[in-house]
């Protein structure tokens, strides 16, 4: 039964990510979008908080969102993927559920 | 008498509005002849980091106005190095936003002008209006 969780606000701004992080399960996947895609730049405050999470959750970021704010896709953390829309598609077919955190 | 007008920008682009919306009022303010400086502050600093491509998001890019606005006079962006340095980016990631100076032949020079937190609190003091966005 997993779970895609999709956060759509800054880290920086709100908790929206440190709640999601905290409540996503192990196999869940957890996708930044929108202005949460800032929480995925090597370097950034979360990019810890964010690797614990990795250890049994997969963590993606979309693409078009990064590159609107300036961020090519090469200024990603390691381990987080970056997906586009159609990426975006698959997760939300290939997980059972899916849950915004906004 | 013109005042001290500071627009404080807090927030990334395109996510919200507030981006956006005070560019709007800086031009409304540059048309009056206004003391105008911008602050860019937290997420804020993504306002003005170079290479916004929005084609992917299928919104309006508006990041190429902050090169306009040294036209208006506009022409003192103070970034905050906290908050560049809390987000993994670095004074490389703005985009290289300059004035021609009238009182310098016309020389062009940066807007962009690096600050600490201290510096910053400094600068906000000193402002006769502030608006937040």
Same mark, same amino acid.
């Given at each position: 039964?997993?779970?895609?969780?999709?956060?759509?606000?800054?880290?920086?701004?709100?908790?929206?990510?440190?709640?999601?992080?905290?409540?996503?399960?192990?196999? @869940?996947?957890?996708?930044? =979008?929108?202005?949460?895609?800032?929480?995925?730049?090597?370097?950034?405050?979360? &990019?810890?908080? &964010?690797?614990?999470?990795?250890? @049994?959750?997969?963590? /993606?970021?979309?693409?078009?969102?990064?590159? +609107?704010?300036?961020?090519?896709?090469?200024?990603?953390?390691?381990?987080?993927?970056?997906? @586009?829309?159609?990426?975006?598609? @698959?997760?939300?077919?290939?997980?059972?559920?899916?849950?915004?955190?906004? | 008498?013109?005042?001290?007008?500071?627009?404080?920008?807090?927030?990334?682009?395109?996510?919200?509005? /507030?981006?956006?919306?005070?560019?709007?009022?800086?031009?409304?303010?540059?048309?009056?002849?206004?003391?105008?400086?911008?602050?860019?502050?937290?997420?804020?600093?993504?306002? &003005?980091?170079?290479?916004?491509?929005?084609?992917? &998001?299928?919104?309006?890019?508006?990041?190429?106005? /902050?090169? +306009?606005?040294?036209? /208006?006079?506009?022409?003192?962006?103070?970034?905050?190095?906290?908050?560049?340095?809390?987000?993994?980016?670095?004074?490389?990631?703005?985009?290289?936003?300059?004035?021609?100076?009238?009182?310098?032949?016309?020389?062009?020079?940066?807007?962009?002008? =690096?600050?600490?937190?201290?510096?910053?609190?400094?600068?906000?003091?000193?402002?006769?209006?502030?608006?937040?966005?």
């Amino acid at each position: 039964m997993s779970m895609l969780h999709i956060v759509n606000k800054s880290p920086f701004e709100r908790n929206a990510l440190a709640s999601c992080l905290g409540h996503a399960l192990e196999g @869940d996947s957890v996708l930044l =979008i929108e202005d949460a895609v800032v929480g995925a730049i090597d370097g950034s405050n979360f &990019i810890e908080q &964010i690797k614990v999470a990795m250890a @049994d959750k997969s963590v /993606y970021v979309l693409g078009a969102d990064l590159a +609107a704010r300036g961020m090519q896709e090469n200024r990603v953390a390691e381990g987080i993927q970056v997906v @586009d829309y159609a990426g975006f598609v @698959d997760l939300a077919a290939n997980n059972e559920k899916t849950q915004s955190w906004l | 008498m013109s005042k001290k007008f500071m627009y404080v920008n807090r927030k990334a682009p395109y996510g919200t509005v /507030y981006a956006l919306e005070s560019l709007e009022v800086v031009l409304i303010a540059a048309a009056f002849e206004q003391d105008v400086s911008l602050a860019f502050i937290d997420d804020g600093v993504y306002q &003005i980091a170079k290479g916004q491509d929005t084609k992917g &998001i299928g919104m309006k890019g508006f990041s190429a106005t /902050y090169n +306009a606005l040294g036209d /208006y006079d506009v022409n003192k962006f103070y970034v905050e190095r906290e908050s560049l340095e809390e987000r993994g980016l670095t004074e490389d990631d703005l985009m290289p936003i300059v004035y021609e100076d009238e009182d310098d032949d016309w020389a062009e020079k940066p807007s962009v002008k =690096i600050v600490s937190r201290a510096e910053m609190a400094q600068v906000l003091s000193e402002q006769d209006v502030t608006l937040s966005f």
